[in-house]
Structures are given as structure tokens and as C-alpha cells.
């Protein structure tokens, strides 16, 4: 069974850094690429970047809007993929969600995704 | 970056009858669109990607359609497991999201 399952999340201060992670099982993570996609309380979902499998030249998209705080990495060798999140703000008080991109014939999703974990930014 | 808008922001339909959510881009993303299912206190579920095909064990009364930059999601008769939250995403350029659609029983 394809899972994902990320961790780290928690309180944390206004300035501070976070990292989570996303670990996957029930297929090879290395061979995925692996999107953060945030959820504000009562919001929508916010796309917040992603990385190409190896394979695919592991190359590191960031969206705009997290202004060069956040950043994404991965480690192949223990099945994980991580979020850097740097420079806290109360705004990013979110659900962090790591999902599964999958390339079909004819298109692309976030074909699996973790439960989430919360992230609290406040003094 | 391409902006995401999804029309209306809340939709009543009655159990049964066929509900219809639209999906504008601010620009076209050809058919790099994807759609996803999201209910209380759960992860989004991929839906149809490709704006019209739908992904593995997704119902077919769930159809997708459009190109360019207007698209839409057909239920074509709503069980009450599909009232809740859909959303759009284009992944022709940087995966944006629309702000999604309430889904709720009339």
C-alpha cells in the first residue's frame, strides 16, 4: 500500500525554523516526485513547491509566495522527502501536506498524499 | 503566475441531480489541469487530471472537461459521498490552485 506520512510539525515561535518530513512506503520515493501542498485553518489548499525525482533531474521548484523561506530536499536512501521552513510567520500556521506527483500518459496529479501534520506559528 | 478561479464558490445541489463546477485560468494551461475531492479533516484526493480523465477508482458519474483556459466538473447524479470541497490545479506552470467550490446538500 502506497503511504505517506509526514512529522515534524508542532508550535513553534514567529522567526523560528521548522523541518518536516515525508517518509514514504509501499513504493520507492526516489522514483516520485514529492509536492508540499499547506492548508490554513478554514482556507484552501496552497501549492508550495516540489522536486523531481533523480530520474527526472531532481530539479527544485519553490512558489513565489513563500519567498524564499521555504525549501524542499530529499534523502532517496531513507524514503524521505523534507520541508524547510524557515523565518516563521503567524500566516503559515497550516497543515503541511506532502503528496505523490505521478506522471500519466496523459497528464499529472498529486496521486497519494499524507494525512498532514499542523504546523502552529505564535509566540 | 497563472491565477486559478473556480465559480461559485458554493454550490447547493440535491441529492441525485447533476452538479456542474466551473474552473477559469488566468491564461491557457492547454490541458494541464487537474481536479481534487477534499472532505472534512481529510487529505484531497485526485479526481481527473489531463481536465478529463479520471484517476484510478474515480467513479464515472465524475467527468471532466475544457481546454484552454475554461474547464468544468460534471457529477452527473450526486450520492452524499460527494458533498464536499473541489478544487482545480493547473500544473502548466507552477501546480496553482483554485480557491475551491463548497459542494453542500440542498
Known amino acids: 500500500e502506497v503511504q505517506l506520512v509526514e512529522s515534524g510539525g508542532g508550535l513553534e515561535q514567529p522567526g523560528r525554523s521548522l523541518r518536516l518530513s515525508c517518509t514514504g512506503s509501499g513504493f520507492i520515493l526516489g522514483d516520485y516526485a514529492v509536492n508540499w501542498v499547506r492548508q490554513a485553518p478554514g482556507k484552501g489548499l496552497e501549492w508550495l513547491g516540489f522536486?523531481?525525482?533523480?530520474?527526472?533531474?531532481?530539479?527544485?521548484e519553490h512558489a513565489a509566495s513563500v519567498g524564499g523561506r521555504f525549501f524542499i530536499s530529499r534523502d532517496d536512501s531513507k524514503s524521505i522527502a523534507y520541508l524547510q521552513l524557515n523565518s516563521l510567520k503567524a500566516e503559515d500556521t497550516a497543515i503541511y501536506y506532502c503528496?505523490?506527483?505521478?506522471?500519466?500518459?496523459?497528464?499529472?496529479?498529486?496521486?497519494?498524499w499524507g494525512q498532514g501534520t499542523l504546523v502552529t506559528v505564535s509566540s | 503566475e497563472i491565477v486559478m478561479t473556480q465559480s461559485p464558490d458554493t454550490l447547493s445541489v440535491s441529492p441525485g441531480e447533476r452538479a456542474t463546477l466551473s474552473c477559469r485560468a488566468s491564461?491557457?494551461?492547454?490541458?494541464?489541469l487537474a481536479w481534487y475531492q477534499q472532505k472534512p479533516g481529510q487529505a484531497p484526493r485526485l479526481l481527473i487530471y489531463?481536465?478529463?480523465t479520471r484517476a484510478t477508482g474515480i467513479p464515472a458519474r465524475f467527468s471532466g472537461g475544457g481546454s484552454g483556459t475554461e474547464f468544468t466538473l460534471t457529477i452527473s447524479s450526486l450520492q452524499s459521498e460527494d458533498f464536499a470541497v473541489y478544487y482545480c490545479?493547473?500544473?502548466?506552470?507552477?501546480?496553482?490552485f483554485g480557491q475551491g467550490t463548497k459542494l453542500e446538500i440542498k
Open positions: 503528496s505523490r506527483g505521478y506522471y500519466y500518459t496523459s497528464g499529472y496529479g498529486l496521486d497519494s
Open positions: 522536486i523531481r525525482s533523480n530520474r527526472d533531474g531532481g530539479a527544485i
Open positions: 490545479q493547473e500544473y502548466y506552470n507552477r501546480q496553482t
Open positions: 489531463g481536465a478529463s
Open positions: 491564461q491557457s494551461v492547454m490541458t494541464d
